[in-house]
């Protein structure tokens, strides 16, 4: 062998519970396994509780009998682990029942026993013949297993025969091979696992198989648990503690509030707030991210814990990102939705007396006009013009009787500092909207910072703001309409200086309650007709880029609102 060959790498072991998973479901064990997706549900956590006592290592001595009628002692062992590189394997079997050379391996499962002509369904046989085969290769005599049903307890005895070993080897060879193979496996066809799959609102099976063009009719996703909310915390010197499962945020010496951490869903932070470490590491281990702004509201950076193991999606992304063709097709959809929502949202809230049917036949043009741009220069000349044209019809949505002052202040965009009321709630509802897409693409496991249309320098993120383009009237301009429409914001909650002009501390407060209210308002999805969130459907459209880049579906799905 010269200097500079290397040895092959040597493949990881497969945990035998992916068999179960590969063939309950080939896509589900590839997500899982190759991809790195994990998320609970109610039968994951279920099945973590049944396995709560034998996760426990453990090992108790019973007196038995042997075939011959003499003493034999028994050796009851808890959380086995083995791996073998012959089989490529490796497991952790709950409960070993051991008596002289012979093994039994049981496996626990949640449920009631299923009442099939087996005694259980293959993927758990699978499973539990695995174990046995482990067993075989470090010198056990092992013919057999058992099932404990918890939910039933039950236990069911499983025969390891030479169709079920065949089975099971043949399972083996194939998750190797399949394994290395560069994308998922295509969603099963309107299966009935799929509902109940905790991975269903991340693998999206209907929904792929209609936007590849599949007459499919997607059942809703499966709601997260929208108990657990943003804490927004802006008080200057302020303290983060932590005290059990509680989050404390202290002022000198009184404390202002506190927290449970099961009930954060995101910790955002302005000005000099300070947090601590065992704060931090425990917003880590919960995998709550932590974002940090300006005392401004300006987004400044983000912490959270390792990154996603989905490194193929990240890879996807690169390639695509170099790809001139992608990211001018990409650009174009994100730059036409944006446009299209814009005039939405102006026919929408315009006041009769400002009704002009101008920028409304403008807007429509500079949509139709998106699909010829050649390269992203003339895309983003087209993107500014309509932008131009939009914000000069802004303040036809503001109503001057509830805030007259604000109101007439606007005349159209500035930034960096921005000089009015309503370009100042602009720029720190832009600031929240990408804060929420970078945290959004972080979690699914994009690199947030390499775009398609906006360039990566500066080190902004530019794949939230391509992201975000679609949502930028139909969230931030939104909020700020209704901010100033209701009488929510009014000028006293504004400081001005020859610097600019910012929002004061209180004013942020309400504005923060608004943008989270916005966030937390259902939806009907105008492609697949189900209700949902505003914050669950950032995460749905960041899957189904991923979708786009792994080549499942022709196009990515710009969200329009009707």
């Known amino acids: 062998m010269t200097e500079n060959s290397q040895e092959p790498a040597e493949a990881p072991l497969i945990p035998v519970r992916m068999l179960n998973e590969y063939v309950y479901c080939p896509r589900l064990a590839y997500m899982e396994w190759v991809q790195g997706e994990w998320a609970d549900s109610a039968d994951t956590v279920a099945g973590s509780w049944a396995h709560r006592r034998v996760d426990k290592p453990g090992r108790s001595k019973n007196s038995g009998k042997d075939k011959e009628g003499g003493k034999q002692e028994e050796i009851n062992t808890r959380s086995v682990s083995l791996g073998s590189a012959g089989l490529g394997l490796t497991a952790k079997i709950d409960l070993l029942e051991e008596s002289g050379t012979e093994a039994v391996p049981v496996d626990y499962k949640k449920g009631k026993r299923p009442h099939v002509s087996k005694g259980a369904w293959d993927p758990e046989r699978v499973q539990l013949c695995a174990q046995g085969l482990l067993l075989q290769e470090h010198g056990f005599s092992c013919k057999e297993g058992i099932l404990y049903f918890a939910g039933s307890r039950?236990?069911?005895?499983?025969?390891?025969?030479?169709e079920l070993t065949y089975l099971t080897k043949q399972s083996i060879r194939e998750l190797?091979?399949?394994?290395?193979?560069?994308?998922?496996?295509?969603?099963?066809?309107?299966?009935?696992?799929?509902?109940?799959?905790?991975?269903?609102?991340?693998?999206?099976?209907?929904?792929?198989?209609?936007l590849s063009g599949q007459d499919t009719k997607p059942r809703p996703i499966l709601p997260?648990?929208?108990?657990?909310?943003?804490?927004?915390?802006?008080?200057?010197?302020?303290?983060?503690?932590?005290?059990?499962?509680?989050?404390?945020?202290?002022?000198d010496e009184e404390?202002?509030?506190?927290?449970?951490?099961?009930?954060?869903?995101?910790?955002?932070l302005y000005g000099p707030v300070h947090i601590t470490a065992p704060v931090i590491h425990e917003m880590m281990r919960c995998g709550i991210g932590i974002s940090y702004h300006s005392f401004g509201g300006w987004f400044m950076g983000y912490t959270t814990g390792v990154a996603h193991k989905n490194v193929e999606l990240r890879t996807s992304q690169y390639k695509k990102s170099f790809?001139?063709?992608?990211?001018?097709?990409?650009?174009r959809n994100l730059v036409a939705a944006k446009i299209a929502n814009c005039r939405t949202l102006l026919r929408r809230n315009w006041r009769e007396e400002n009704a002009d049917p101008a920028p409304l036949a403008e807007l429509a043009f500079q949509k139709n006009q998106t699909n010829q741009a050649k390269n992203l220069q003339v895309l983003l000349g087209m993107e500014g013009t309509a932008a131009s044209r939009y914000f000069r019809a802004f303040s036809g949505m503001l109503n001057p009787e509830v805030n007259s002052d604000i109101a007439y202040d606007f005349t159209t965009r500035n930034r960096r500092p921005p000089k009015d009321p309503v370009n100042a709630l602009l720029g720190?509802?832009?600031?929240?909207?990408?804060?929420?897409?970078?945290?959004?693409?972080?979690?699914?496991?994009?690199?947030p910072y390499r775009g398609f249309y906006h360039q990566p320098r500066f080190g902004r993120p530019a794949l939230a703001l391509d992201m975000m383009e679609p949502f930028r009237p139909l969230v931030s301009d939104s909020i700020v309409i209704t901010a100033v429409n209701n009488g929510e914001i009014s000028r006293?909650?504004?400081?001005?200086?020859?610097?600019?002009?910012?929002?004061?501390?209180?004013?942020?407060?309400?504005f923060i309650e608004i943008y989270e209210r916005r966030m937390a308002q259902e939806i009907t999805h105008p492609i697949f007709g189900y209700r949902i969130s505003y914050r669950r459907l950032f995460e749905v459209q960041a899957r189904l880029l991923g979708r786009f880049l792994f080549e499942e579906i022709p196009e990515y799905p710009c969200f329009l609102t009707r």
């Open 154 to 162: 039950e236990r069911v005895r499983v025969e390891f025969d030479e």
């Open 176 to 210: 190797k091979a399949f394994s290395e193979t560069e994308g998922p496996p295509p969603p099963l066809r309107e299966s009935p696992k799929c509902p109940k799959c905790s991975l269903a609102a991340i693998c999206l099976p209907d929904e792929t198989r209609q």
């Open 224 to 251: 997260r648990c929208e108990e657990a909310l943003p804490l927004h915390v802006q008080e200057p010197g302020a303290r983060i503690k932590k005290k059990g499962g509680v989050l404390e945020i202290w002022l």
């Open 255 to 268: 404390k202002l509030t506190e927290a449970r951490i099961q009930e954060i869903s995101h910790l955002a």
């Open 323 to 331: 790809d001139d063709n992608t990211c001018l097709s990409l650009a």
């Open 428 to 447: 720190f509802a832009y600031a929240l909207l990408t804060r929420e897409w970078t945290t959004t693409l972080t979690v699914v496991g994009f690199d």
């Open 492 to 510: 006293k909650d504004f400081s001005v200086t020859k610097f600019g002009c910012s929002l004061s501390k209180e004013g942020r407060k309400r």
